[in-house]
């Protein structure tokens, strides 16, 4: 199996941009994450899905942010406008059931400048 | 819902030395304990878990880490680390919620 796969790996855009991330979870994980990393927060759980449904988004930082998993083998994260300080890296992980273990992507490094 | 706290920011060590990481939760319920490691520019990876059953649970490349729910811990420990143990440690736990992460502990391992 290929793993969790994230698309773009780096991404750098301007603040007012849109921008959409992508996630491929491993086939057949039915529960998909995704997190921000900083420096200064570490690691934070943004949203959560179960069989493509949103569970828990209460770490969605603000309006901005919007999350979709149309199906289960993709879900985007967006980000509109985008401003400097959602630079961050972007990890999406699946797991095969809401509470066991999950798998990592490579993540996308987002800058904005 | 559950906290995670880890104690060491920056833990350097020589090769071959001993490593205890400390991880201490928040939560009075049934858990699910984790540890990831992350290798600079890489992705999180799983090292460990515990769900139930022995305490001591052993990971991946020499890695071990020992669930006390008495003291809500579960430390990583390894004997001897090398230099490509060099990387940023994050314990997680499970309880009511999806996995919360503790702020992460970075070893740098030196000749």
């Known amino acids: 199996d290929a793993g969790v796969i994230q698309s773009p790996r780096h991404e750098v855009t301007e603040m007012g941009q849109e921008v959409t991330l992508r996630c491929k979870p491993i086939?057949?994980?039915?529960?998909l994450f995704w997190y921000r990393q900083t420096m200064m927060r570490g690691l934070e759980l943004l949203i959560y899905?179960?069989?493509?449904?949103?569970?828990?988004d209460s770490g969605m930082p603000e309006d901005r942010f919007s999350a979709k998993m149309p199906n289960a083998s993709f879900s985007t994260l967006k980000i509109q406008p985008s401003e400097p300080r959602d630079s961050a890296v972007y990890f999406c992980?699946?797991?095969?059931?809401?509470?066991?273990?999950?798998?990592f992507g490579p993540g996308t490094r987002l800058l904005v400048l | 819902a559950q906290s995670v706290s880890q104690h060491n920011h920056h833990v350097i060590l020589s090769e071959a030395a001993s490593l205890e990481l400390g991880c201490n939760y928040s939560y009075g319920g049934t858990v699910n304990l984790f540890w990831y490691v992350q290798y600079p520019g890489q992705h999180l990876q799983l090292l460990l878990k515990?769900?139930?059953?022995?305490?001591l649970v052993k990971g991946i490349k020499g890695f071990e880490a020992e669930f006390i729910k008495s003291k809500f811990s579960f430390n990583l420990r390894k004997p001897s680390v090398q230099w490509s143990d060099t990387a940023e440690y994050f314990c997680?736990?499970?309880?009511?919620?999806?996995?919360?992460f503790g702020k992460g502990t970075r070893l740098s391992v030196i000749a």
């Open positions: 997680a736990v499970e309880g009511n919620t999806p996995l919360v």
């Open positions: 515990y769900f139930s059953g022995d305490p």
């Open positions: 899905f179960n069989n493509n449904v949103p569970i828990d």
């Open positions: 086939s057949g994980h039915n529960s």
């Open positions: 992980a699946s797991s095969d059931r809401g509470e066991e273990t999950q798998y």
